[in-house]
């Protein structure tokens, strides 16, 4: 696939502020965002409900099909906290956001989560369990870990983002 502008995945564990950095972005560039967790409720595109985890299963076939030729056009901001399902040829750039584990809390209890869930997401970014699955499922040197914990950090990482969109609009990628 040759595509002129890239797409990018922005991911981490719920609550380090993939969805507000990605609107930010996007908005500077002109890209179009994609968050999977709203494609997936707005297209119903579910493959059961986690009664434990309190939230719907997507259906990853379905997501990637639903993608499929936005990437092919590219300019694509995608967030969503998992990556690797995602085929390798989808992104030229993949950002993991990361988050202090007692700020992270804060957040979380703030958007009402339980105490279990709270728990899952802390020792998930404790044990880097995202980053590490990034790193898994894509070459090293598109995977770019970004702290993600203050304003001034949140700004900081939207200029480096915009400006590696930036350095690469136009030129032409092989995927």
């Not at 085929?87 to 339980?114: E, H, K, M, S």
């Not at 105490?115 to 070459?139: G, H, T």
Request: hydrophobic share 35%.
């Amino acid at each position: 696939m040759v595509i002129t502008r890239p797409n990018i995945l922005i991911t981490g564990t719920p609550g380090v502020g993939k969805s507000t950095l990605g609107e930010e972005v996007a908005d500077l560039l002109g890209m179009e965002l994609v968050n999977i967790n709203e494609m997936a409720k707005e297209q119903n595109l579910y493959d059961g409900y986690d009664d434990e985890r309190q939230c719907h299963i997507i259906d990853e076939d379905r997501i990637i099909d639903e993608l499929e030729e936005g990437i092919e056009e590219g300019g694509l901001v995608v967030d969503y906290h998992g990556s690797n399902f995602f085929p390798i040829r989808f992104f030229q750039a993949v950002f993991v956001l990361r988050c202090d584990n007692t700020v992270l809390y804060d957040r979380l209890a703030a958007r009402g989560y339980n105490d279990k869930k709270i728990q899952e997401n802390v020792e998930c970014e404790i044990m880097n369990v995202l980053r590490d699955e990034a790193a898994e499922s894509y070459d090293s040197k598109i995977v770019f870990e970004l702290q993600n914990d203050t304003t001034e950090q949140m700004e900081k990482n939207v200029k480096t983002i915009t400006d590696w969109v930036r350095d690469r609009q136009g030129d032409t990628m092989e995927s």
